[in-house]
């Protein structure tokens, strides 16, 4: 469940939230993302909307065909005949969730002409109906972004990290998608100073086994590296070649690092070292 203790402008693209303080309500949204095999016939999906609030709140419903721009910010753009936007079947399009209520919203997905092989997108916004004022006077409205992706007859998450660029407290990844659906990297990192570095091999067996121990919301903890943690999992879209910014504070390790890479790009396993100044 993605729970919103503020009054949010919320694009819930996995990573990318705006907010504003306030305590005027609780709004929480499950799931925040669908990733669909249409291949698997028909089907019917729910969206849960819980208002904890203590005022009603009437939502309206919008449904946007989408893309990433060069920051990896979610733009909405024109639909097309084969963009999802124009296939998702929704109702209802206003929900009014009394305080402290539950609340579904259901869709499915019938395209209207024959699909291409590969992804498709949209995201479904949720909209306040109504501004309100809140501390200071401002006017609000909260928008929830749920982003739906399906794949379609043969798919392919095929990508390529070509290099990781150093900065201060991260690093950037350089990532090229080279099949006909997103990619995200799923894994871990762990960095070791030069000099205690043991290698590849055992890099990757201490960091595929802290992932293997990991449960729930644990941190990543691989042992003997200096640091470690979760790859963020942002995603780049087919046919894409974008820097991903990756949190590490590099510069609590002094002086020349070797920073390791291990998991999945997409379909494409990765486990790679890069020296680091």
Do not use: C
């Not at 409205?141 to 794949?151: C, L, T």
């Amino acid at each position: 469940m993605v729970h919103m203790r503020h009054i949010l402008l919320l694009l819930a693209l996995s990573s990318i939230f705006a907010a504003l303080p306030a305590r005027a309500f609780e709004i929480a949204v499950s799931p925040s993302r669908f990733e669909i095999d249409v291949n698997e016939g028909r089907q019917t999906h729910a969206i849960e909307i819980l208002n904890t609030s203590d005022r009603e709140v009437t939502v309206n419903v919008e449904i946007e065909n989408f893309d990433l721009d060069e920051a990896n910010k979610v733009r909405v753009v024109p639909p097309t005949e084969q963009s999802l936007d124009q296939w998702i079947v929704i109702n209802p399009l206003t929900l009014n969730l009394p305080p402290d209520s539950r609340r579904t919203l259901r869709f499915a997905i019938r395209p209207q002409v024959r699909p291409e092989p590969g992804e498709h997108r949209a995201v479904i916004f949720l909209n306040e109906g109504d501004s309100r004022v809140v501390r200071g006077g401002a006017r609000v409205r909260f928008r929830i972004g749920v982003v739906v992706y399906a794949q379609v007859g043969p798919y392919d998450r095929s990508a390529i990290l070509h290099d990781v660029t150093p900065e201060a407290r991260s690093v950037l990844l350089d990532i090229e998608t080279i099949g006909n659906a997103h990619a995200r990297f799923r894994g871990g990192y762990a960095v070791w100073s030069e000099g205690t570095y043991p290698g590849d091999d055992l890099a990757q067996s201490a960091t595929q086994q802290a992932l293997e121990r990991r449960t729930g919301r644990e941190p990543l903890r691989v042992e003997g590296a200096s640091l470690s943690g979760l790859l963020i999992e942002t995603p780049v879209l087919p046919q894409n070649r974008r820097r991903v910014r990756q949190p590490v504070d590099l510069a609590a390790v002094p002086g020349p690092k070797r920073l390791f890479l291990f998991g999945t790009l997409g379909d494409t396993p990765v486990a790679r070292s890069f020296i680091l100044p």
